[in-house]
């Protein structure tokens, strides 16, 4: 019994310490972690005990074995809710993620350019619009290319680098009252340059149609966003609350 206890002692020592380095960031979804002669090495540890722990690991969808390869780390999908108003960085911070943005294109653009789009913001078409296009990560690894379009009379004197950290953010430091969103969802292939930057083999992803609203109604912004299948998910539920 003693013997048993001592091996489970040092198979969650394992465990602890290779769920703290993915949870800090160290190793990232993909990351090939340590190999098994690697940790028997490091810790001193029987190579069965090992072996245990990284099953466990596998059994729990936290790694992915791969016979002749290694193991590494699993991808873990972001659950959200589509009846609550939360942006992308609200996303990653509840599930523990560090959120992060790189900016990939800015430039100011006339309704008329995107008569749609214009039409959705309810929106003169020689009015101008700010167009932001954001490849956004979690942990460092690509999630969402996001494109958003802001009239430029609700964001006067923008300031880029805020905006490009968080939208959302930046909306309610400047005064904007976004109450309401309406959320338009579709499975769509993935172009070669979409599939490049998020860095996924799948050709199909995840398209969201999101339109903020102030407390009056009025249309404040517009963004389309492409999101990984295999790393985001939307849940609807009937259940209030």
Request: proline share 4%; hydrophobic share 35%.
């Amino acid at each position: 019994m003693e013997k048993k206890e001592k091996q489970s002692s040092k198979k969650s020592i394992i465990i602890n310490y290779l769920l703290s380095e993915i949870t800090n960031g160290n190793f990232k979804v993909g990351d090939q972690i340590p190999s098994e002669a690697e940790l028997v090495k490091k810790f001193n540890f029987g190579r069965q005990t090992i072996h245990n722990a990284l099953s466990d690991l596998a059994i729990q969808g936290i790694i992915d074995r791969m016979p002749g390869k290694g193991s590494f780390v699993a991808s873990k999908p972001v659950t959200r809710n589509i009846q609550k108003k939360l942006s992308f960085t609200e996303d990653m911070r509840n599930i523990g993620m560090i959120p992060g943005s790189q900016l990939l294109e800015f430039k100011t653009i006339k309704g008329s350019d995107v008569p749609d789009i214009a039409n959705e913001l309810k929106i003169d078409p020689s009015e101008s619009l700010y167009f932001l296009c954001r490849l956004r990560t979690g942990n460092g690894t690509p999630i969402a290319i996001q494109e958003s379009y802001m009239p430029m009379k609700y964001f006067p004197n923008l300031d880029l680098n805020a905006i490009v950290e968080s939208l959302e953010d930046y909306a309610k430091k400047i005064g904007l009252n976004i109450e309401s969103f309406f959320t338009r969802l579709k499975a769509v292939e993935a172009t070669e340059e979409q599939a490049e930057l998020l860095q996924t083999k799948s050709k199909a992803i995840l398209n969201s149609i999101s339109i903020r609203y102030l407390d009056d109604g009025t249309p404040a912004h517009y963004t389309c966003s492409y999101y990984r299948s295999d790393l985001y998910e939307y849940t609807f539920s009937s259940f209030s609350g």
